[in-house]
């Protein structure tokens, strides 16, 4: 499988979530902010710096994200989060 890396990209334009069900108690996302120090809640819901990633271009005018690629997409939020993006 490593020798397929290079069809996939993650895109992630949200980081956090609210904690709506009990299976949210086990949710890597707030383990891993507490990890790596981050200053701000993962219960609070925030553009990211990729947020713009899929109409992004290189130097040299090529996209970021290329035309045929598997994109994973929010896996450190929810995608139809309510507090995402009016």
């Not at 609210?18 to 949210?24: D, E, H, L, Q, V």
């Not at 947020?51 to 994200?65: A, E, G, N, T, V």
Request: net charge positive; hydrophobic share 30%.
């Amino acid at each position: 499988m490593s020798e397929h890396w290079e069809i996939y990209a993650d895109w992630n334009p949200w980081h956090g979530c609210t904690k709506i069900s009990p299976g949210c108690k086990y949710c890597y996302v707030y383990r891993q902010d507490v990890m790596y120090g981050s200053d701000v809640s993962s219960s609070e819901c925030r553009k990211t710096g990729a947020f713009y990633l899929p109409i992004k271009r290189k130097r040299d005018k090529s996209w970021k994200i290329e035309s045929g690629k598997v994109v994973f997409t929010c896996f450190t939020s929810d995608f139809l989060l309510k507090d995402a993006d009016p």
